[in-house]
């Protein structure tokens, strides 16, 4: 049977390093970083639960936050206007547009308005936009690398695998490329020479392909969907899409919460892979530390800007 990881050690570990962090800037200037939270629609019960998981993790580590979100109805000139406005905003380090945004919203469009010197996930890069206004911004932006990435990658360093000199799956629906994180992470697997398949749950070949990889990384939305029969021998699965199944009233936090459940058959696919880990706690409380690790990284850039 292989091994069960979880992101919450991992990510206890870099918030105690941001806490720290976010007290000194505060001791030596007197000023905490500020992050915006926007987005339009306050959506489902799972939305909700992800604006409150950004918001109480920044807000427990020291960081002050602002939450803005637009109705459904509103226009993407109103929500672009939002982003300018945080944009222009001394107090704001950073600006986290929290998908997803209602469909008459190009997603893409939204996330071009994200001052580069406020970005988050890391997915803004000069190289991707021609023009002389987008390099003239990455130049004068400190250098951040993508928070999503960077959680894969510690994730994969604790239990000592090497994505650089492995075999590599993403399996998903036809639509990854319309997800800008995952196609970022192709971006970077390319231009770092690794070579990346992409198999769709729709081939019927995809257990075929997902067999010869070492790692394979998930984004799907059927439930359980992954077990042994996708795998190989000692192989590590990394989930990223955590599916809502429902909703249910917690006691504990006083609210409607939603009931998540991970592409992967936890129990089935550790009969062969060495190393499972679900959506649902595994490698979303890293992203988001890492988040705010880039927080940290546009603050210092404005209070410390030559340290």
């Known amino acids: 049977m292989g091994t069960l990881v979880l992101g919450k050690a991992i990510a206890e570990r870099i918030r105690a390093g941001i806490k720290s962090d976010v007290d000194g800037l505060y001791a030596r200037h007197g000023r905490r ?7 339009a629609d306050p959506g489902t019960v799972a939305k909700q639960s992800e ?5 109480s993790t920044a807000q427990a580590l020291g960081i002050q936050v602002r939450k803005q979100i637009l109705p459904a109805e509103a226009s993407q000139d109103e929500l672009i206007a939002a982003i300018h406005a945080a944009n222009r905003d001394a107090a704001i380090d950073g600006v986290l547009v929290l998908l997803p945004l209602p469909e008459h919203i190009d997603q893409s469009a ?3 308005e994200i001052d580069p010197g406020k970005e988050l996930e890391g997915l803004l890069d000069g190289d991707d936009d021609d023009s002389e206004g987008a390099a003239a911004q990455a130049e004068t932006a400190p250098v951040k690398p993508s928070s999503t990435i960077t959680a894969l990658q510690r994730l994969l360093d604790e239990i000592g695998f090497d994505a650089w000199r492995s075999r590599i799956v993403f399996l998903t629906e036809d639509r990854i490329r319309d997800n800008p994180i995952v196609a970022r992470l192709l971006v970077m697997a390319s231009r770092a020479g690794v070579q990346v398949a992409v198999a769709s749950t729709q081939d019927p070949q995809a257990r075929s392909i997902t067999r010869n990889a070492d790692l394979v990384v998930i984004s799907v939305s059927t439930a359980e969907l992954v077990d042994d029969s996708y795998l190989k021998q000692g192989a590590v699965v990394v989930d990223f899409l955590p599916i809502q199944v429902g909703e249910k009233y917690s006691e504990s936090k006083g609210r409607l919460v939603p009931v998540l459940k991970t592409g992967v058959n936890v129990e089935a696919a550790l009969r062969k892979a060495s190393h499972v880990t679900p959506s649902v706690g595994g490698l979303g409380p890293i992203a988001i530390a890492s988040m705010m690790e880039n927080l940290l990284v546009n ?3 404005v209070l410390e800007p030559m340290g």
């Not at 970083?33 to 987005?39: F, N, Y």
Request: glycine residues 6%; proline residues 6%.
């Open 33 to 39: 970083p500020g992050l915006a939270i926007i987005t």
């Open 51 to 55: 604006v409150l998981i950004h918001e």
């Open 110 to 112: 939204v996330f071009a």
């Open 299 to 301: 603050c210092r850039q």
